[in-house]
C-alpha cells in the first residue's frame, strides 16, 4: 500500500511539472487588431512642484481569442517626462515584449511627480502602444502649478512674524500648523489657494487679523492638497482655521470645503460674506463666545453641525442657507444650527449671554430637525428668527408657534433646492420655492446683492440666493 501512495505522489508531481511546462511554453503572437483602453486619456489632478498626484489606472484589453505579445509601450518623453508609469507591476518609461493572454488586462499605473520648479504650467505626455496593427497612445494631461511651502518641523515652528500678503501667483501648501503670530496681519488677495495636507491647519494668534479678499468668479480657495474632484465631497483631508482669543478675520467670496472643522473662533470676531463652508467631519463653522456677522453665507454637509454657537457671544445672520444633508454618518446629528450659553473646557463649564438674529435666511436639512437652541439657566439667551424659513421640531429647544421671537417665518416647508448634493451643490431654489418673495424689504436693502450679485432689493427670496 505505501509503494502505492508513493507511486502515485511521482505520478502526480511529474503531471504538474508536465503541466507547468506548457504553461511556461505558451505561444504569444503579435496582436492583429487594435487594442481596447479602459480611457483614452487620463486626466490627472492639479498638481505642484515637488509634490507627486494620486495614482491613476488604465488598463489595456486583448479583445482578441489567442494570447498576444504587445511589442512595446514607451512613455512619449522618457526619462525627461513628468510623469511616471508602471506596467503590469514593473515601472520604467520603455517595456518590450508584453505578453497579454486572450481575453484578459493589463493595469498601466500613472502618476505625475513635477521636480521643484517645474517649467510646464500645463504637462502633457503621451503612453504609446505599439502592435502589428499600429502605434496606439494614451494622452496623459495635468496642470502643474508654482507653490509656495510652510513646512513645520520639529526645529521650524513654522511661524509667520511678519505682517504677510499672499497673492495667487504661487499656491499655498501647508504642512502641519502655519501660525500667524500675535498682533500680525495675513492678507490673502483674491484667486489665492490654500492647501492644507492631512492633520494640517492654519492658526490666527491672539490679536492677529485676516483678511480675505476674494471676489466674485476669482475666490479664495482652503482645502485639502488634493484636488482631484472625488475629494471634494470627502471631509477631514485637514484640520481647518482657528482664531484665537480677540484676532479678528474679514472674509469675501471664500470656499472653505473638506476639513474637520472649517472654521473655528475661540473669543474672536469674524465678518463673513459671500463664502460657501461645505464637506467638514465637524463643524463648518465653530464659535465659542465669537462675534460674528454672516450675510451671504452658504454651508453644507457637516457632521455635527454646519454653525456650532457655544458659550454665548453675538452673531448675525442675515440672508444665509444653512443647509445639512450629511450622508456619511447617520448617527451624527447633521444640524444646520446649534446654539447654547455653555461650553466644556475639559476641565469645567463656561456660561456666558448670548444674542443671536437670523433674518432673511434658510435653516433645513434631511433629518428631523435641523435648529437646536440649548439654553442655560441663569444665562440671557436672546434671539430673534425673522422672515426665514426652518426645518424644525419639538426638539428644537424653543416653541414656534405663538413665539413673539420668531416673526413671518416658515416652518418645514422643502425649500425646494436646485441640488443640495455636494457634487455639484447648487443651493439656489426653484421658481416654486415657498422661499420666493419671502423677505424682508429692510433686510434685503443691508444685504442688497444675493452671493452671485444679484439684485434683491424688490421681491427679496430668503438665503443667499435671490
Given at each position: 500500500m505505501n509503494m502505492y501512495k508513493t507511486a502515485l505522489g511521482v505520478l502526480f508531481i511529474v503531471l504538474l511539472a508536465l503541466t507547468g511546462c506548457t504553461r511556461d511554453d505558451l505561444t504569444f503572437d503579435a496582436p492583429a487588431q487594435e487594442l481596447r483602453f479602459s480611457r483614452d486619456t487620463v486626466f490627472c489632478d492639479t498638481v505642484y512642484n515637488q509634490v507627486r498626484s494620486e495614482?491613476?489606472?488604465?488598463?489595456?484589453?486583448?479583445?482578441?481569442?489567442?494570447?498576444?505579445?504587445?511589442?512595446?509601450?514607451?512613455?512619449?518623453?522618457?526619462?525627461?517626462?513628468?510623469?511616471?508609469?508602471?506596467?503590469?507591476?514593473?515601472?520604467?518609461?520603455?517595456?518590450?515584449?508584453?505578453?497579454?493572454?486572450?481575453?484578459?488586462?493589463?493595469?498601466?499605473?500613472?502618476?505625475?511627480?513635477?521636480?521643484?520648479?517645474?517649467?510646464?504650467?500645463?504637462?502633457?505626455?503621451?503612453?504609446?502602444?505599439?502592435?502589428?496593427?499600429?502605434?496606439?497612445?494614451?494622452?496623459?494631461?495635468?496642470?502643474?502649478?508654482?507653490?509656495?511651502?510652510?513646512?513645520?518641523?520639529?526645529?521650524?515652528?513654522?511661524?509667520?512674524?511678519?505682517?504677510?500678503?499672499?497673492?495667487?501667483?504661487?499656491?499655498?501648501?501647508?504642512?502641519?500648523?502655519?501660525?500667524?503670530?500675535?498682533?500680525?496681519?495675513?492678507?490673502?488677495?483674491?484667486?489665492?489657494?490654500?492647501?492644507?495636507?492631512?492633520?494640517?491647519?492654519?492658526?490666527?494668534?491672539?490679536?492677529?487679523?485676516?483678511?480675505?479678499?476674494?471676489?466674485?468668479?476669482?475666490?479664495?480657495?482652503?482645502?485639502?492638497?488634493?484636488?482631484?474632484?472625488?475629494?471634494?465631497?470627502?471631509?477631514?483631508?485637514?484640520?481647518?482655521?482657528?482664531?484665537?482669543?480677540?484676532?479678528?478675520?474679514?472674509?469675501?467670496?471664500?470656499?472653505?470645503?473638506?476639513?474637520?472643522?472649517?472654521?473655528?473662533?475661540?473669543?474672536?470676531?469674524?465678518?463673513?460674506?459671500?463664502?460657501?463652508?461645505?464637506?467638514?467631519?465637524?463643524?463648518?463653522?465653530?464659535?465659542?463666545?465669537?462675534?460674528?456677522?454672516?450675510?451671504?453665507?452658504?454651508?453644507?454637509?457637516?457632521?455635527?453641525?454646519?454653525?456650532?454657537?457655544?458659550?454665548?457671544?453675538?452673531?448675525?445672520?442675515?440672508?444665509?442657507?444653512?443647509?445639512?444633508?450629511?450622508?456619511?454618518?447617520?448617527a451624527m446629528p447633521a444640524l444646520a444650527l446649534f446654539a447654547t450659553n455653555e461650553y466644556n473646557n475639559g476641565t469645567s463649564t463656561e456660561t456666558a449671554p448670548l444674542t443671536l438674529e437670523i433674518s432673511n435666511s434658510i435653516i433645513y436639512g434631511k433629518k428631523e430637525n435641523s435648529i437646536v437652541f440649548k439654553l442655560v439657566a441663569g444665562q440671557v439667551f436672546n434671539y430673534k428668527i425673522e422672515n426665514s424659513l426652518l426645518k424644525y421640531s419639538s426638539d428644537a429647544g424653543f416653541v414656534f408657534e405663538a413665539n413673539p421671537n420668531i416673526i413671518a417665518t416658515i416652518k418645514n416647508e422643502d425649500p425646494k433646492f436646485i441640488n443640495y448634493f455636494t457634487a455639484k451643490m447648487n443651493l439656489r431654489v426653484q421658481p416654486d420655492s415657498p422661499a420666493r418673495n419671502k423677505g424682508n424689504l429692510i433686510v434685503a436693502s443691508k444685504v442688497p446683492l444675493d452671493i452671485a450679485a444679484v439684485n434683491r432689493t424688490a421681491q427679496p427670496t430668503l438665503g443667499a440666493y435671490q
Open positions: 495614482t491613476y489606472a488604465v488598463k489595456i484589453y486583448n479583445d482578441e481569442d489567442r494570447d498576444i505579445m504587445i511589442p512595446k509601450i514607451t512613455l512619449g518623453n522618457g526619462a525627461a517626462s513628468l510623469y511616471r508609469i508602471n506596467v503590469d507591476g514593473k515601472a520604467g518609461t520603455d517595456f518590450t515584449n508584453i505578453p497579454l493572454r486572450k481575453k484578459d488586462s493589463l493595469y498601466v499605473f500613472v502618476e505625475i511627480a513635477p521636480v521643484a520648479n517645474a517649467p510646464e504650467a500645463i504637462a502633457e505626455d503621451r503612453i504609446n502602444v505599439q502592435t502589428a496593427a499600429g502605434t496606439q497612445h494614451i494622452t496623459l494631461f495635468s496642470v502643474v502649478q508654482d507653490a509656495e511651502f510652510f513646512i513645520q518641523t520639529e526645529t521650524n515652528p513654522n511661524i509667520l512674524a511678519d505682517n504677510t500678503s499672499w497673492t495667487n501667483e504661487k499656491a499655498k501648501i501647508i504642512f502641519g500648523d502655519l501660525t500667524l503670530q500675535k498682533g500680525k496681519t495675513l492678507n490673502i488677495e483674491k484667486g489665492t489657494k490654500v492647501y492644507f495636507f492631512k492633520n494640517s491647519g492654519l492658526k490666527i494668534a491672539e490679536s492677529a487679523k485676516m483678511n480675505v479678499y476674494g471676489e466674485l468668479g476669482n475666490e479664495v480657495i482652503f482645502r485639502g492638497d488634493r484636488n482631484d474632484p472625488r475629494y471634494d465631497t470627502i471631509p477631514k483631508n485637514w484640520n481647518g482655521i482657528s482664531l484665537e482669543k480677540n484676532a479678528v478675520l474679514q472674509m469675501n467670496y471664500a470656499r472653505v470645503f473638506g476639513g474637520t472643522r472649517g472654521l473655528e473662533l475661540n473669543h474672536a470676531e469674524a465678518t463673513i460674506k459671500n463664502s460657501i463652508f461645505h464637506t467638514h467631519q465637524e463643524f463648518g463653522i465653530y464659535a465659542i463666545n465669537a462675534k460674528v456677522q454672516a450675510e451671504n453665507l452658504v454651508l453644507n454637509n457637516c457632521g455635527e453641525a454646519d454653525f456650532g454657537i457655544y458659550k454665548g457671544g453675538s452673531y448675525t445672520i442675515l440672508h444665509s442657507t444653512l443647509a445639512n444633508y450629511w450622508s456619511l454618518n447617520s
